[in-house]
Structures are given as C-alpha cells and as structure tokens.
C-alpha cells in the first residue's frame, strides 16, 4: 500500500483530536501537559508531512522551531505545576478553587 | 547592517532585559540596585530607533516589517512598558519580588510582542507569541507563595497552551496549501485560488488562536482569573501589552493574508465581536471584585477593538491604533491605581474597599474617576473620541447592528464604572487610613497618564493623522 499525503494528515488530525480531548478529560495536572505536548506533535507531523509533499525543506526546519517552542512551555508549565503541588498537595484541578467567577 | 535596521527597536529592549538578568545575577542579598533604570534606558532606545525608522519601511529578512502600523504599536508597547515600570516598583518592595527577575521577564515580554506586532511571518508571529507569553505567565505567578497567583499563572498558562497549539495547526494547514508561511504570499496565492475547505480550517485555527489572545468570547474564560491572580502591575501590563500586540498580528494577517477570504470570516468576526461585547458588559455588572470588574471591562473593550477590525475601512484601521492607545494609557492607569491601593495585609481589591477614598486619598480618587469615565467613554476623555471613531467606521462599513450593541453596552457598562466612582466619593469610609503611602515615580506615571487621556481626547487630531497615515500599508 502506498503511503500518501492523505495518511499522514489523517494520522496527524487523529493525534491532534486525542490531545484535545485529553485537555478536557484527564484530572491530573501532568497528563494534561502531556496532552498538549501531543497536540504539538501532531502539529509537527502535519509540518513534516507537507513539507515532503511540496518537496521543501521548510516543513522542516519549522519542526525545529516548534520543538523549542514546546520544550521551553514544558519547562515554564512544570515549573507551575510544582509551585501549585507545593500549595494544595494535589494534582487534580478540581481541587483549585481559589479562583472563580 | 541595513536589512537589520527593522529589529532595533526589539534589539534594544532586549539587550536592557539581559542587562536586568546579569545584574540579577549579580547582586547582593538584600542590596538595591536601579535595574528599572536599565529598563528605562531599553525604552527610550527603542523610543529613538522608532522615531529614526518613521516613514521608512524598512524590512529584515522580509520576516520583519517596521511599516508604520508596526511601529505606531510599538510606539504603543513603549508606553505601555515605560508605565508598567513606573507603577511596579511599589509592588515589587513590598511583596519582596526579585526585581532583576520581574524587570527582566517585562522586558522579554515587550520585545516579544514588539516582534509580534511587526512581524509578517506566520511562524514568527508564533515565535513572537510564544516569547511574550511564556514570560506574561511566568509574570502572572511571580507572588510564589500565594496559592491564588499559582493557580492563576496555570490556568493562564494551559488555555495559552492549549490555543497556540491551535494557531500552529492552523499555521500548518497554511503552509501545506501555499507552501510558504510569508503573509504575502500566502496572499498572492489565496487570491488566485478557489477557497479550499482546508484554507477554511486554516483561517479557522488561526482565528482561534488569536481569539484566546484578545480573551474574545468564547475563549475569554482565562482573562479574569489570571488578571485577579497576578499583581495589579503585572494584570495592567498584561491587559495592554498581550492585547495590543495581539490585535496588531490579528489585523495584519486577517486584512493581509487572509483578506481574500474576507467573505467566509466576516460573519463568524461578527458574532465573536457581538458575544464579546456583551459578555463582557453583562457580566462585568456582577461583579464584586475591581481586578475581576476590570478584566471583564476588558474583554468588552476587545470587542469594540473586533468592530474596528471588522469594518476595516480606511477609518476602521485608524480606529484601531488609536483605540488600541488610548485603551492601554486608560486601563494601565486603572489598574496603577489597584497596585497602588494593594498592601501587604490585604489586597483592597473590592468595589466596597474604595469606600472613602476621595477622605484618605483625594489624588487617588481623582486619578481613578479619570481613567474610570474615559474607560466607559465619556467626553472630553481619550475614551469618548476612541468609541466614536469605532462606531463611526462601523456604520460607514454597514455593521449598523455591531454599532448598536456597542452603543448599548457601552452605556450598561457605565453603570458598573459609576458604581466605583459612588463609592470613592459618596460612601463613607471603614477604617481611616487603610491605604498605603503613594511613591513619587508611580504616582507620576498616573498623572502623565490622566494628561494624556485629556489630550488625546481634547486634541485628536495628531495623533488620529498619524494613526490614519501609517495604516497605508495594507
């Protein structure tokens, strides 16, 4: 079977579909970071994929950008995610109330 | 060196905030140092090279344009920046921050959204974006040891997250249809093609991306709880800066690379600027809070601001720049007036906390009431002439109905800006002498602040020639 663009793009939504969800679905704090990590992932694997498909090489050196980007935002986030376990000595979000309208 | 020209201002800005970083770095326990001067100095370089670079239209790499749209917003983020300075330091003395730290991660901010404001890169737009945001959430919960600031710089931090990875799917459907990420070609290339549902799913994205950015509704849910969270300062700094470097990239790629789809984003833009406005002012009313009230006035404010995106005539554009202006100098002196009433004890951040503050601190008072009217749009102040040019545009441009639901929750949200300004003056005070002394350089800002509310709103016409010129870019 052929490998095609299609594939990649459908593959690439489903990864990014599974990360969306898993935002709003799991309860503890470090799944949902890595949730969006899987968002980014699959916005790389789209990048790569079309870069193939256009035959440039541009698709891929952005993936580069994105993975700083996203190392950078795992950084700042776990940072968070310590500064709030040290206050409430839990990592589901529902036990953060102090906010709300 | 001449195709660097377009990213001095940037340059600057970012050297002063390595500078504060190294003098961090450097410093003793307990030792003071003037790191807001070298801030200062970043500023009012970045200040001449905008200035130097008026009218020229430079550009670097052709991922950088100083056209004049850009550099008018960064003439904004100048402003912005210099005042947030100003108003900071009472906050950091007192809450013990680290104020190299704090300086630096402002002055990272302001270069990321001065990036933001002239890129013309879809990918560098994102870079901006992230720069800016990773510094504003780390900014947001600076206070460590408050519960309420963590819990506020992580949902801050998870809905920015959550929508940039929005913006860069939509970022690569763009790239995969047109093979490039340059707004101008990206352009040329949706002019001369049929629209493609994927172009569709990729104005889409990106739309999304930045609706999280201006806090428009629906995905404003972020905006009050990171501005109550965050110190007064930082909530100032945050409601002016992100919001005018965002609109900037929100009218650059929408009236540039996205132009020709126009037909098929105007009518979601309208009921996104729509739900905004009244969102913003219903919910506002119910409020308690005066950093949560302020968000909320905030978001009503992005959907006056999506009006003039909207209805994007040569008097809309206009309209965007000097709203954007005279919004940041209004609500950067509402929220200066907060940080100036927080104490160690308690925050004084109720409606019922500013009973009596025209007895204890009359100037205060009186600053407050300024920025409170112009905020809710009443002549002679900036605020009035800003709203008139918006509705202006959008009846010219055939969005009646936008102006109408503007006009009417400008005047509902009078009534909860009233309700703060009744009780400064006509509810008696608890307890004499619960707010702090007011510090000269802060206390400054918030008069330079209020005479330039007065001016834009007494004598427009410059700054509205200017606004209108430099919008002749697109």
Same mark, same amino acid.
Do not use: C
């Given at each position: 079977m052929m490998v095609t663009l299609d594939h990649y793009l459908v593959l690439s939504a489903i990864l990014f579909s599974i990360g969306t969800a898993g935002v709003f679905v799991r309860r503890n704090l470090i799944t949902i970071l890595l949730s969006i990590e899987i968002m980014l992932n699959a916005v790389n694997l789209t990048f790569v994929a079309f870069g193939r498909a256009l035959g440039s090489a541009d698709g891929q050196i952005i993936v580069f950008f994105v993975m700083t980007v996203a190392a950078a935002e795992a950084a700042v986030g776990l940072a968070i995610v310590i500064g709030l376990f040290r206050h409430r000595e839990s990592l589901n979000p529902d036990s953060f109330t102090a906010l709300k309208w | 060196m001449s195709s660097l020209n377009a990213i001095v201002p940037m340059a600057c800005v970012t050297a002063a905030a390595i500078a504060a970083m190294v003098a961090e770095?450097?410093?003793?326990?307990?030792?003071?140092?003037?790191?807001?001067?070298?801030?200062?100095?970043?500023?009012?370089?970045?200040?001449?090279?905008?200035?130097?670079?008026?009218?020229?239209?430079?550009?670097?790499?052709?991922?950088?344009?100083?056209?004049?749209?850009?550099?008018?917003?960064?003439?904004?983020?100048?402003?912005?920046?210099?005042?947030?300075?100003?108003?900071?330091?009472?906050?950091?003395?007192? $809450?013990?921050?680290?104020?190299?730290?704090?300086?630096?991660?402002?002055?990272?901010?302001?270069?990321?959204?001065?990036?933001?404001?002239?890129?013309?890169?879809?990918?560098?737009?994102?870079?901006?974006? $992230?720069?800016?945001?990773?510094?504003?959430?780390?900014?947001?919960?600076?206070?460590?040891?408050?519960?309420?600031?963590?819990?506020?710089?992580?949902?801050?931090?998870?809905?920015?997250?959550?929508?940039?990875?929005?913006?860069?799917?939509?970022?690569?459907?763009?790239?995969?249809?047109?093979?490039?990420?340059?707004?101008?070609?990206?352009?040329?290339?949706?002019?001369?093609?049929?629209?493609?549902?994927?172009?569709?799913?990729?104005?889409?994205?990106?739309?999304?991306? +930045?609706? +999280?950015?201006?806090?428009?509704?629906?995905?404003?849910?972020?905006?009050?709880?990171?501005? $109550?969270?965050?110190?007064?300062?930082?909530?100032?700094?945050?409601?002016?800066?992100?919001?005018?470097?965002?609109?900037?990239?929100?009218?650059?790629?929408?009236?540039?690379?996205? $132009?020709?789809?126009?037909?098929?984003?105007?009518?979601?833009?309208?009921?996104?600027?729509?739900?905004?406005?009244?969102?913003?002012?219903?919910?506002?009313v119910a409020q308690s809070n005066v950093k949560r009230m302020l968000a909320y006035s905030s978001i009503a404010h992005g959907g006056y601001l999506l009006i003039a995106l909207l209805s994007a005539n040569d008097v809309g554009k206009g309209a965007v720049l000097f709203y954007l202006l005279t919004y940041a100098i209004t609500n950067i002196g509402a929220f200066g007036v907060v940080a100036l009433l927080d104490n160690a004890s308690r925050p004084n951040d109720r409606v019922a906390d500013y009973a009596g503050l025209w007895n204890d601190h009359a100037a205060l008072a009186a600053l407050m009431t300024v920025f409170l009217l112009s905020l809710g749009g009443f002549p002679p102040m900036a605020g009035f002439i800003a709203k008139w040019y918006v509705f202006s545009a959008a009846v010219k441009a055939g969005y009646s109905g936008l102006a109408i639901i503007g006009v009417l929750t400008s005047v509902i949200s009078v009534f909860f800006y009233l309700r703060i300004v009744v009780m400064m003056y006509m509810t008696p005070g608890n307890t004499p002498a619960q707010f702090p002394a007011v510090p000269k350089i802060a206390g400054a800002a918030l008069v330079v602040s209020a005479i330039l509310i007065f001016y834009l709103g007494l004598l427009p016409t410059r700054v509205l020639d200017w606004a209108a010129a430099s919008i002749s870019a697109f």
């Open positions: - | 770095a450097f410093r003793d326990p307990g030792e003071r140092m003037p790191i807001a001067g070298l801030g200062l100095v970043g500023l009012v370089g970045a200040a001449i090279a905008t200035v130097l670079l008026w009218n020229h239209n430079t550009s670097s790499f052709g991922l950088v344009v100083a056209d004049d749209f850009g550099l008018f917003v960064t003439g904004i983020l100048i402003v912005v920046g210099l005042l947030s300075l100003a108003i900071s330091g009472p906050t950091i003395d007192r $809450e013990r921050l680290p104020a190299g730290e704090y300086y630096a991660l402002m002055l990272f901010a302001t270069a990321g959204m001065m990036l933001m404001a002239t890129a013309s890169d879809l990918l560098v737009i994102f870079l901006a974006l $992230e720069v800016l945001s990773l510094a504003v959430y780390v900014l947001t919960g600076i206070r460590r040891e408050s519960p309420a600031a963590t819990e506020a710089a992580f949902k801050y931090f998870l809905l920015g997250a959550f929508s940039s990875a929005f913006f860069l799917y939509g970022i690569a459907f763009s790239y995969g249809l047109t093979g490039s990420t340059r707004l101008d070609s990206i352009r040329g290339l949706t002019a001369s093609q049929a629209p493609a549902p994927m172009q569709l799913l990729a104005v889409g994205l990106v739309l999304v991306g +930045f609706a +999280f950015k201006v806090s428009a509704v629906p995905f404003h849910m972020w905006t009050p709880d990171a501005y $109550e969270g965050a110190p007064p300062a930082v909530a100032g700094f945050m409601s002016t800066g992100v919001k005018a470097a965002a609109f900037a990239a929100f009218v650059r790629v929408f009236l540039s690379a996205f $132009e020709p789809l126009r037909g098929q984003w105007s009518d979601v833009l309208w009921l996104i600027a729509a739900a905004t406005m009244i969102v913003g002012t219903v919910v506002g």
